[in-house]
């Protein structure tokens, strides 16, 4: 890693308190022209911001969240797209375990999702045993 970038060293602005972000404000808190990010939401399913009315898109918290963590495999850790896609896949899309940077991580809490999908496997599989 290089200690020098903004996202290792802790430099990237935190992500403003607010539901849903333009894609001009996401492409300059991520440091990426708009195009990039237009063109992740065509390799990356998970990514799908909202359009408005006119067409703008409107990302989410989480999208923007997502965003990061793209920009980390794909820029910092040099992943391929479909390194990076199967990355994310891998791992239920849990931020935290790929984001390096401590003021992220407090952004990123571990995907409950996976941890209530892990635990309903388990009780259908003693429910199945049993029957």
């Not at 401590?102 to 571990?110: I, K, M, R, T, V």
Request: hydrophobic share 35%; charged share 25%.
């Amino acid at each position: 890693m290089n200690e020098g970038t903004p996202e290792t060293a802790g430099i990237l602005p935190p992500i403003p308190n607010k539901l849903y972000f333009k894609i001009g404000e996401v492409s300059s808190l991520l440091a990426v022209e708009p195009y990039v990010l237009r063109f992740w939401e065509t390799e990356f399913p998970k990514l799908a911001p909202k359009k408005t009315e006119k067409g703008q898109r409107m990302y989410r918290r989480k999208d923007v969240e997502l965003l990061l963590q793209i920009k980390h495999l794909l820029y910092e850790k040099k992943f391929t797209i479909e390194g990076a896609r199967q990355h994310l896949l891998q791992e239920g899309r849990s931020p935290a375990k790929s984001v390096p940077t401590h003021s992220q991580q407090s952004l990123f809490g571990a995907d409950p999702l996976a941890v209530i999908r892990t635990e309903l496997q388990s009780i259908l599989e003693l429910l199945t045993r049993r029957a």
